[in-house]
């Protein structure tokens, strides 16, 4: 343990002095944009804002309440999508004699990264820095104050900025804990621990920079001072993608590091020969239907005010979801003869991923379709895709959130077009939603989105995975696999006859 916490000191020093280097970069220019439509992509990029500062004529705008209180109640729902929700959806889906393992991993990843989130991961996502990192400037959340705000999606709306940075730390950790089910009842606490500081650090912090990070609206107010806003923004916000809340950041992100790691750490001991069913579909159930709710506060909150894009959020969240799940539903029952409960579950949280991107920039149909299409390109992703890949992902976090990632970033580019019931681009400068949407040149956009994430991600996971090999190893001994982690790797039981 000396050596891991040592290891862990090492990785803290190096993330900061990263971050000071990235910081003290200039950021490049606008690319690939021209005009105020161009502008207005980006403008719209996705859920969060950096901190809006108050023009020097002008008196510093004031947090509305009821934005406030939102935002609080979202960030408490973000919780509960963690610690309970997705630990026992997780845990639910494993032999019994790692039950408790699995608990374990995500209430303390939830945890670890709460913490590394108020030390420097918000100072390195959400200052300006350059495309790929922010600075130091805010390391332990220097600087903040009751009276401090961060901008919204609104001109002269602000929200509190102690609860912008909860609501993104619930994030961040929620991420951190999806990828646990990928190399689920096989892999090394320590090594979780690990790998966990490690790829936060430089994958979950670049990404949430490059696709979320901007100076908020109040600084477009020519076409001129847009451009220079721009330039100070995330590399992926720069380019015009659309994640409204989480797609690429979140999904895509954790579900192509779980695959990486899926690979490394091996199948587990008897795959394809033992039983390797779900202990408790019930407690998966309960899970799922706690992510659910959960989820209106990750995909409504997202609109950071008590508004109607947030409203069209939650209706959004809560349809597509219904029809992922009878879409994933109807298909097993036709293909496989009886419909099941983990299918139904399967497809609801399916229809979760897919609709994260879009969630604020479609209408209602739009969102029915990318539900439809979740439910039935999943089921595929953790079946048909899976065998294809060849890996053991335990728990299908990349038929799931990889595939329905992928699937929700598209197909936002698809049906935010206001010609298919969308909210379109809007562009700050003009003050009106942006003329001329091109349905293919934002597919094209979300697609590039999705290629960075897929390699950046997946480069970072593989070099942190071999750093953890070679520092504390990956996979416990074969003998206390078939034991069961809960009693080889924490002394406890989950069940007791």
């Not at 309970?84 to 608990?103: E, I, T």
């Not at 394809?272 to 408790?280: E, L």
């Not at 109807?330 to 879009?358: D, F, N, Q």
């Not at 997946?458 to 009693?487: N, S, W």
């Amino acid at each position: 343990m000396r050596k891991l916490f040592a290891t862990l000191l090492t990785v803290l020093a190096v993330g900061f002095a990263g971050g000071a280097l990235a910081a003290d970069e200039k950021p490049a220019g606008m690319s690939g944009m021209s005009g105020t439509s161009g502008m207005a992509g980006m403008e719209a990029a996705g859920p969060a804002a950096a901190p809006a500062a108050a023009p020097a004529a002008a008196a510093a705008p004031v947090p509305n309440r009821g934005d406030n209180a939102w935002l609080m109640v979202a960030t408490a729902f973000v919780i509960l999508m963690s610690i309970p929700g997705l630990a026992l959806f997780y845990g639910g889906l494993v032999r019994s004699k790692n039950m408790l393992s699995v608990l374990m991993q995500v209430f303390i990843i939830f945890s670890v990264i709460s913490v590394l989130w108020a030390v420097y991961g918000y100072s390195v996502a959400f200052t300006e820095g350059n495309r790929f990192f922010g600075s130091l400037d805010k390391l332990f959340l220097k600087g903040i104050t009751p009276d401090s705000v961060a901008a919204t999606f609104s001109k002269g709306v602000v929200v509190s900025e102690f609860i912008f940075v909860a609501f993104q730390g619930a994030f961040a950790a929620i991420t951190c804990g999806l990828i646990v089910g990928a190399f689920a009842e096989r892999i090394k606490f320590s090594a979780v621990l690990l790998f966990m500081v490690l790829w936060f650090s430089f994958s979950y912090l670049p990404m949430t920079h490059m696709v979320w990070y901007w100076t908020g609206p109040d600084a477009y107010t020519t076409a001129e001072a847009a451009k220079q806003a721009t330039a100070t923004a995330g590399y992926l916000f720069q380019e015009g993608a659309l994640d409204f809340a989480g797609g690429t950041v979140v999904h895509i992100n954790a579900a192509v590091a779980g695959l990486v790691g899926a690979y490394l750490v091996g199948k587990r001991v008897g795959y394809r020969k033992d039983s390797m069913a779900p202990h408790s579909l019930t407690m998966t159930m309960i899970g799922a239907s706690l992510l659910w709710f959960g989820w209106f506060g990750f995909n409504a909150g997202s609109a950071l005010e008590a508004n109607g894009t947030a409203a069209l959020a939650f209706v959004n969240t809560w349809l597509a979801t219904a029809m992922a799940a009878t879409s994933w539903m109807v298909t097993e029952w036709l293909v496989k003869g009886k419909p099941s409960m983990l299918g139904a579950a399967s497809g609801a949280v399916a229809g979760l991923v897919a609709i994260t991107p879009a969630a604020g920039f479609v209408g209602v149909v739009g969102a029915l379709m990318i539900g439809l299409a979740a439910g039935v390109v999943c089921l595929w992703g953790v079946n048909g895709l899976k065998k294809l890949l060849g890996a053991d992902d335990s728990l299908d976090v990349f038929g799931v959130h990889g595939v329905g990632g992928i699937l929700g970033a598209l197909l936002t580019g698809v049906f935010a077009a206001p010609s298919l019931g969308g909210s379109g681009i809007y562009d700050y400068v003009a003050n009106k939603v942006a003329d001329n949407y091109d349905i293919m040149g934002q597919v094209i956009i979300q697609a590039t989105g999705v290629g960075v994430t897929l390699i950046w991600s997946g480069t970072v996971a593989f070099i942190c995975y071999k750093i953890v090999d070679i520092v504390v190893g990956l996979r416990v001994p074969e003998d206390e696999e078939r034991e069961g982690l809960d009693i080889t790797s924490h002394g406890e039981s989950a069940y007791h006859n």
